[in-house]
């Protein structure tokens, strides 16, 4: 699900929150040693979202926000914040040449520069969190 979350919208609130879980709790937040990521840095995207990005002349960058079956990955554009809401059913993060991870959902792909040891860890968080979760499915 791709949306506009600048806005507090309670029914696109519920819709989030049934889609990937609501957010962790300050314990759980603390067990996990924190639930988002460092910024990322966007080095390619899907025509969707490299349509928004090109708006304005920032950097293109985004954050990651882990949550209990999925995760949210936003970005800012001029001055609207979008969201890629992304339950762990239809994740996929591969890392492609050099330093770069994509994440994948249907049709929708960002690629994101991990020159930094903390994007790399943080990388590893979310597919040990998306293991642990699949397990406990089966």
């Given amino acids: 699900m791709f949306v506009n ?3 507090n919208d309670k029914v696109q609130c519920k819709s989030i929150d049934a889609l990937v ?6 314990m759980n937040r603390l067990k996990l040693g924190g639930v988002g990521s460092p910024k990322l840095h966007v080095v390619s995207s899907s025509k969707e979202i490299d349509s928004l990005l090109i708006l304005d002349h920032n950097d293109n960058t985004c954050n990651i926000e882990l949550r209990p079956k999925g ?3 936003r970005f ?6 979008y ?7 239809k994740l996929t993060i591969f890392k ?6 994509f ?11 991990a020159k930094s040891k903390n994007v790399r ?3 590893k968080k979310i597919q040990q969190h998306k293991a642990s979760i699949s397990e406990n499915y089966l």
Avoid: A, N
């Fill in 83 to 89: 969201g890629l809401i992304i339950p762990y059913y």
């Fill in 21 to 26: 879980g609501k957010p962790f709790t300050l």
């Fill in 103 to 113: 994440i994948h959902m249907e049709h929708h792909k960002v690629g994101i520069s």
């Fill in 71 to 73: 995760i949210i990955l």
């Fill in 121 to 123: 860890i943080f990388f």
């Fill in 76 to 81: 800012r554009s001029l001055l609207e914040t």
């Fill in 96 to 101: 492609g040449t050099g330093d770069t991870y």
């Fill in 5 to 7: 979350v600048s806005y």
